[in-house]
């Protein structure tokens, strides 16, 4: 039973994001409200899915820090996508290292994670 808990967090996040997602795609417009929305649904369901995989372990540490810069991290790379505001010095370092959103995908899974860590 506790492998299907360990387990089963993690795997419940992965097909109610996609529920989500095919639902939306099937009965909204493709504007850019929607657009956005998406986003903020990608950052929400992969930033849930590292929080998911953390859950049930003993916490290390009950530092504040790390959480608030997880949640910044997580902030500032979705203002970024949403285009609300851009940095030209933070753009070329992330192009300089080749970062794409699946990167940035997998940065928000990492905060998430690190959020409960």
Not at 71 to 81: N, R
Not at 96 to 113: T, W
């Amino acid at each position: 039973m506790n492998d299907f808990k360990r387990l089963g967090y993690p795997v419940a996040i992965i097909f109610i994001s996609a529920l989500l997602f095919k639902l939306m795609n099937m009965y909204l417009s493709k504007d850019v409200l929607i657009l956005n929305v998406m986003s903020i649904l990608t950052a929400s369901a992969l930033f849930l899915f590292g929080l998911s995989l953390n859950k049930n372990r003993r916490r290390r540490s009950s530092a504040v820090f790390t959480k608030v810069v997880a949640i910044l991290i997580v902030i500032f790379l979705l203002l970024m996508q949403l285009g609300i505001f851009s940095f030209d010095i933070v753009n070329d370092v992330l192009f300089f290292f080749g970062v794409n959103s699946f990167f940035i995908n997998m940065i928000y899974i990492f905060c998430g994670y690190l959020f409960v860590d």
